[in-house]
């Protein structure tokens, strides 16, 4: 067949289903799918509107009366477009992506944008490539932000070190639509060629650029926008939301594991002066948060509760996002859209019933429908569960000599505060000893440093989940429990364990990459809170989440003190102390 041929069939093709959908659109033939008598959210006019919706092709194609071969009465029940996570990083849910979606289509979650630059950081170029296969053709629609900072800080040592070079063709692939985060946000700032070269190749594909500047402002977050960022996710207070938003910045509302912003920023949602420039977010979300409180169904429900209107925080949910991303066939529920619906009992609760993917019902009262497994190049997936790379440890690679760096922990953020210097653990005053442990190359690096408001009073805890090299991090009270815990997670390839006098009191394997495991959400949920438990147990401050609390204290790009494999560092400087 030739080209010409090829192109024409297409065309064809294409044609056929365009008349088809006009066709039912103009009554003259029966809808595939037609929810009758639907109220649902019209995100445009702001307003409750009842018609049937008529659905052919996977799109949208009518709203009045309609006949279908396939009908539903929804009569009682609330219609919105599928809501949209516009930032998250699949990773952190501790599963495939495949357990990821089964995890969230009871949420009435459809879309969600990612930015895989936790597995990024540990395979390279292979882990973006592992992560488009892994959701291609989901019932979930999964699109990319391209990883921007890989690692995060040049002063970080991850397994992988991305410049614009290498990630300049993923911004042709379909599903990618930017350059995610720019987390080094001194480099923007101070105009370093490399971290810059990676906006003008973004822009050069006419793509979007997200931000994460926490605290950023002045002149130095007028230079960060001026480069070309154009959202900010780390709004803590609504001072920095409104310095960004007035500047330009579209504002994503983080309401996550770790870091829950949505109280804080509520007046963005109260206001129409500003509610258009917002989407919601989750960033990371562990497993029992998924299965326990849900995905944005969880922070719809939340704004309400904190006095958002209904409607407004819909339109947050889906449209915003959508339009932000220049996704211009969904969030809506409108002719040509998406067929992408969440079925709810009220706009309160925002209890989900049903889901529509692309005009299928992919999951209702409780039970998600069969998909199938997408397939993983065996190159890529053996290369997944082999990133483990370092000698056996003992303890005396964790002696010290010398005064080190302690980090004071921030009760309910990931920021912290320096506290000084300490030259041992000290329990009675919760002073820690932590080390970040290389794993990726086998450079024997070890950064040492100590921890203030951990609460742990004996054994060691370690996690392979360290944002975001990903690294092997661990916290003891001695350094021979800290030596075993690192070696079990290497032993593991990967994952969460807490120890006490050399025996493992709970433990969670993360085979893929040493960040995701292959087991179901439920079994991966099981394990986990047994280690938050046994954590618990040996005194770590039930305010906090053992492991995701640990995991963020190896980041250098977050205020103020953090410890990477080379030793504490101060953020707004970018030096060791």
Not at 103 to 117: E, F
Not at 168 to 174: A, L
Not at 252 to 277: C, D, F, H, V, W
Not at 347 to 368: C, E, M, N
Request: net charge negative; with cysteine; charged share 20%.
């Amino acid at each position: 067949m030739s080209y010409t041929e090829s192109w024409s069939g297409k065309i064809g093709r294409k044609l056929l289903k365009k008349q088809h959908i006009i066709d039912v659109a103009s009554g003259r033939k029966k809808a595939d799918l037609v929810l009758k008598n639907a109220t649902y959210v019209n995100v445009f006019s702001g307003e409750l509107d009842t018609r049937d919706i008529a659905v052919a092709e996977g799109l949208i194609v009518g709203l009045g009366r309609y006949e279908g071969n396939e009908e539903v009465d929804m009569t009682g029940k609330i219609v919105c477009p599928g809501f949209i996570d516009a930032h998250i990083h699949l990773e952190s849910s501790l599963v495939s992506p495949a357990e990821f979606a089964r995890a969230v289509l009871p949420h009435g979650t459809t879309t969600v944008i990612t930015d895989p630059h936790e597995i990024t950081n540990v395979m390279g170029t292979d882990g973006i490539d592992y992560m488009l296969c892994a959701t291609e053709g989901l019932p979930v629609d999964v699109q990319f932000m391209v990883p921007s900072c890989v690692p995060a800080s040049a002063l970080d040592e991850s397994g992988a070190n991305l410049d614009y070079r290498d990630v300049d063709s993923f911004f042709d692939h379909p599903r990618v639509l930017g350059l995610a985060e720019m987390m080094n946000f001194p480099g923007v700032i101070s105009g370093d060629s490399a971290t810059v070269s990676k906006i003008v190749a973004s822009q050069a594909h006419h793509k979007k650029i997200d931000g994460h500047a926490p605290g950023l402002s002045g002149a130095d977050l007028n230079a960060y926008i001026a480069a070309g960022v154009y959202s900010d996710h780390e709004c803590a207070d609504i001072d920095d939301a409104m310095e960004k938003l007035r500047l330009g910045q579209f504002i994503m509302i983080r309401e996550g594991t770790a870091a829950r912003n949505l109280e804080a920023l509520m007046p963005l949602l109260k206001s129409q002066k500003y509610y258009s420039r917002c989407m919601f977010c989750t960033d990371d979300k562990h497993p029992s948060d998924l299965l326990e409180k849900g995905h944005i169904d969880y922070i719809c429900r939340e704004a309400v509760r904190l006095g958002a209107d209904p409607i407004m925080t819909v339109q947050v949910a889906c449209l915003h996002a959508a339009r932000y991303f220049l996704l211009n066939n969904r969030g809506a529920i409108a002719p040509g859209y998406l067929a992408d619906f969440a079925v709810v009992e009220d706009l309160k609760d925002f209890h989900v019933v049903t889901v529509y993917k692309r005009g299928k019902r992919v999951y209702h009262d409780g039970v998600v429908e069969d998909f199938s497994l997408p397939q993983i190049p065996e190159h890529l997936d053996k290369r997944a569960h082999d990133t483990f790379h370092l000698p056996v440890l003992t303890p005396a690679d964790f002696a010290n000599a010398r005064p080190r760096g302690l980090i004071g922990m921030v009760p309910g953020q990931i920021i912290t505060q320096d506290c000084g210097y300490a030259s041992g653990t000290d329990t009675a005053k919760d002073i820690l000893k932590m080390a970040v442990v290389e794993r990726h190359r086998n450079t024997r690096h070890i950064g040492i440093g100590y921890l203030q408001g951990y609460g742990l009073k004996s054994g060691a805890v370690a996690t392979s989940v360290a944002h975001d090299s990903h690294n092997i991090i661990c916290v003891g009270a001695n350094d021979a429990d800290m030596a075993f815990a690192v070696n079990r997670i290497a032993q593991n390839h990967g994952g969460i364990v807490v120890v006490e006098n050399g025996k493992v009191l709970a433990e969670l394997p993360l085979e893929i990459a040493g960040i995701m495991s292959d087991k179901p959400l439920g079994e991966v949920n099981t394990l986990l809170e047994n280690a938050k438990a046994a954590a618990y147990r040996l005194g770590v401050g039930r305010d906090i989440d053992p492991f995701m609390t640990l995991s963020f204290m190896s980041l250098p790009v977050i205020p103020t003190l953090r410890l990477t494999t080379r030793g504490v560092v101060d953020v707004n400087t970018q030096q060791y102390v």
